[in-house]
């Protein structure tokens, strides 16, 4: 299995909502991230996990929420999001653990998410 | 600090001419650099990437790149462009030996008209 999945593909929700993306990888690899893509602009970084334990947060407001329940998925947790986070949600991983500059990261499809 | 410039933001060719994407980075160690290629509502796929080796990289699908070093360039080509190949295209840059945080272009996006 050489793919990175992700569910839902697409995702509507309330401000008041909470709700879950899921990500799946079963390539063995050591590094999850999460990204948000706005339309016509490259992917901003959001968190990385490494060895299942976060590594990196980007200064993400709390009301995104990630989780690595074992070191095949990823989840982002949302609650009381605001129009402004509609956006595609990616999740990549990458082999080496995050601190290898050469490694390639897989992408999921994403999840399109909007906010109403 | 690392940055990546992508010179152009759209770049329009006729199907079966050459394909030319400008990139140009800063570091201040030695990079890793990698395109991407990104369809409508579609996730990232890696096109090639740089790593220290040869200096002229060959992907998928016959795309190449050349790391200039004394350009700080890694342009992508391809002799013939296929209708396929619309897309966006992402050249990014990380730094060898540290804590991997890949920073992205702005991205191009690809046209190839019939």
């Known amino acids: 299995d050489t793919e990175v999945t992700q569910t839902p593909k697409h995702l509507v929700m309330g401000m008041t909502n909470k709700k879950s993306l899921k990500c799946e990888q079963h390539?063995?690899?050591?590094?999850m991230y999460w990204y948000k893509q706005k339309a016509k602009k490259p992917p901003e970084l959001m968190f990385v996990?490494?060895?299942?334990?976060?590594?990196i947060n980007e200064s993400v407001p709390s009301r995104f929420s990630p989780e690595c329940p074992n070191s095949s998925l990823l989840n982002l947790h949302l609650h009381a999001l605001q129009p402004e986070d509609s956006a595609l949600y990616l999740c990549?991983?990458?082999?080496?653990?995050?601190?290898?500059?050469?490694?390639?990261?897989?992408f999921g499809p994403g999840t399109r998410l909007t906010v109403l | 600090a690392q940055s990546v410039t992508q010179l152009d933001s759209h770049v329009s060719v006729s199907e079966g001419t050459p394909v030319l994407l400008r990139c140009n980075y800063s570091?201040?160690?030695?990079?890793?650099l990698f395109w991407y290629v990104q369809h409508p509502n579609k996730g990232l796929q890696l096109l090639l990437k740089?790593?220290?080796?040869?200096?002229l990289v060959k992907g998928i699908n016959g795309f190449e790149a050349e790391f200039k070093k004394s350009e700080t360039s890694f342009h992508l080509t391809k002799p013939s462009a296929h209708m396929s190949d619309a897309a966006e295209y992402f050249c990014v840059v990380s730094r060898s030996g540290g804590s991997y945080i890949p920073t992205f272009g702005r991205g191009t996006s690809l046209i190839v008209h019939p």
């Open positions: 996990y490494s060895y299942e334990k976060l590594s």
């Open positions: 570091s201040s160690y030695s990079p890793s």
């Open positions: 740089y790593t220290s080796a040869a200096t």
């Open positions: 390539m063995g690899h050591r590094a």
């Open positions: 990549a991983s990458s082999p080496q653990g995050q601190g290898s500059s050469t490694d390639t990261q897989y």
